[in-house]
């Protein structure tokens, strides 16, 4: 299977390639050329599979056969605390949690996060070459990267993290991390202030060529072809594909929703994909009226996803201009110098007949994680608790439809929320239990990419050396 760039202009390659590259040279991101897809039989098929053997058969559906897949899924998912990976709790008569925060580091980013660690390890290994991985985070996906990461051979990491803008125990998961490969900056600025970094760090050729970049957000296609297999395990477990099933999921990036996207591709029957949004709510102000107008990252209860500026968008936007190559660049560009996406009419109703939209604030966030206490017995996170409001305001007609809502993160994670909420402070697992007696190392920088690439570059040095 080869990958093109959404904006046209980078060369095709095969997985592998693409997993190593992250961003294309072009600023776009890669996609399948062609997607696969599967029989309702082949479908069927795939019922009852433990969740690595169903992860691995997905992946190679994607092209990353050549990768010892069975045994990465295994080993990745090897650790994670409950025996299924990721259980389906149901919370009423439609609506489903899919736990996917049972992995290391208590949320859904371990899902792809510790495969891609064992996929760069085996590349790496074999190529005898190594890589310097830049990331953005809100807060999960750089303790994910830095779990997956640490320590390995050919890797340096450093990721950036908006200072002052993730709860305490997203921050030290990171930045307790004292692994000579790892390097942890806090940005004076937002998540989309440190995304823009590392894509300008992807966009500076010299300085990408020189570092070996890589990345580990899910601009990096291979965290979204990893995501895949978590909605078709519960898809299928709720009685796919002989029976249509709705996701609602909390949303930021946009890279969760796009996986789920993906598995309908390829043709899995999900009918319905419900976005909830905190207050920073792009998108669901796209989906209700064609307004992408990226305003200032408000914070809020549910960091993680205090994002405007969606990164996957621009797959599915890609899709919405019928693979219009520059298109989308011309769309994407627009969108970064005027602050607002002018997406076609056409293009627009299309998304909005898939997706909708639904905005939550801070009371209603902390409201929805006491009704699900209270009338569930459930603990929610404050992204679940989004993704749960979502499922409850826009479940589609059709009773007949269950609702899996992407259950983001573990609640301990977030605890001063859920305290406020519900009474209770979800303790930490027992192996996270001295995570605020550990030591912690970042440094804290302004939003200069000058500065910013020096530091990389230091780092990568220093461990070469
Ligand atoms: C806990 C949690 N929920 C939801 C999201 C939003 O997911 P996405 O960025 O894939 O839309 C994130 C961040 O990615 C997150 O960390
Ligand atoms: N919410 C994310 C933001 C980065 O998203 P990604 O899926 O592109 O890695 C986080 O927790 O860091």
């Known amino acids: 299977m080869r990958y093109v760039s959404t904006r046209g202009q980078a060369a095709p390659r095969n997985f592998e390639a693409v997993l190593l590259a992250g961003l294309a040279e072009d600023g776009g991101l890669f996609v399948p050329e062609t997607w696969p897809t599967l029989t309702t039989a082949e479908w069927r098929a795939l019922r009852g599979l433990p969740y690595p053997a169903l992860a691995a058969r997905i992946l190679s559906l994607f092209g990353a056969g050549d ?3 069975q045994a ?5 998912y090897a650790g994670f605390g409950h025996p299924a990976v990721v259980p389906l709790v149901q919370l009423d ?3 489903f949690a899919l736990e996917l925060f049972h992995g290391p580091t208590l949320a859904f980013k371990d899902m792809a996060l510790q495969v891609l660690g064992r996929m760069f390890d085996h590349v790496l290994e074999r190529r005898g070459e190594r890589v310097t991985i830049v990331g953005a985070t809100s807060g999960d996906t750089g303790s994910a990267a830095i779990e997956a990461c640490r320590d390995r051979a050919a890797v340096d990491i450093v990721i950036l993290h908006p200072e002052n803008r993730t709860s305490e125990v997203q921050r030290r ?27 300008a760090m992807f966009n500076d050729a010299p300085f990408r060529a020189e570092m070996h970049l890589s990345a580990v957000n899910s601009i990096n296609w291979a965290r979204i072809a990893a995501q895949v297999p978590y909605y078709v395990a519960a898809a299928l477990a709720l009685g796919a ?15 969760n929703v796009l996986a789920a996207w993906v598995a309908r591709r390829m043709g899995l029957p999900i009918s319905h994909f419900i976005i909830g949004s905190n207050r920073n709510d792009i998108l669901a102000r796209f989906l209700a009226s064609n307004d992408m107008s990226a305003l200032p990252v408000e914070p809020s209860l549910s960091p993680s996803m205090d994002i405007q500026v969606s990164s996957n968008f621009e797959r599915l936007l890609f899709e919405l201009l019928g693979r219009d190559a520059a298109a989308t660049a011309e769309t994407m560009t627009r969108f970064r110098a005027e602050g607002r996406m002018p997406v076609p009419d056409a293009a627009w109703k299309q998304a909005a007949a898939l997706f909708t939209g639904f905005t939550l604030d801070d009371e209603g966030t902390l409201a929805e994680i006491r009704r699900l206490w209270t009338t569930a017995g459930y603990l929610a996170d404050p992204h679940t608790a989004v993704g749960t409001a979502a499922a409850r305001a826009l479940a589609p007609a059709d009773a007949a439809i269950p609702v899996i809502v ?19 402070r979800p303790p930490l697992p027992a192996r996270l239990a001295d995570l605020y007696d550990r030591e912690e190392r970042f440094g804290v920088m302004p939003n200069d ?10 780092h990568a040095r220093r461990n070469a050396a």
Not at 72 to 76: K, L, M, P, Q, T
Not at 241 to 255: H, I, L
Not at 406 to 424: C, L, M, N, S, Y
Not at 449 to 458: C, F, M, Q
């Open 93 to 95: 008569h439609r609506t």
């Open 406 to 424: 992407a259950a983001t993160a573990h609640p301990a994670k977030f605890p001063d929320a859920v305290e406020r909420a519900t009474g209770i």
């Open 449 to 458: 990419l000058g500065a910013i690439e020096a530091a990389v570059r230091a």
């Open 72 to 76: 990465i899924c295994e080993d990745a």
């Open 67 to 69: 990768l010892p897949l």
């Open 173 to 199: 998961q990171m930045t307790t991390v004292l692994a000579p490969n790892v390097k942890n900056i806090a940005v004076q600025g937002d998540f989309d202030a440190c995304q823009d970094l590392v894509k």
């Open 241 to 255: 594909p002989d029976r249509e099933v709705a996701v609602s999921v909390p949303t930021g990036n946009f890279g």
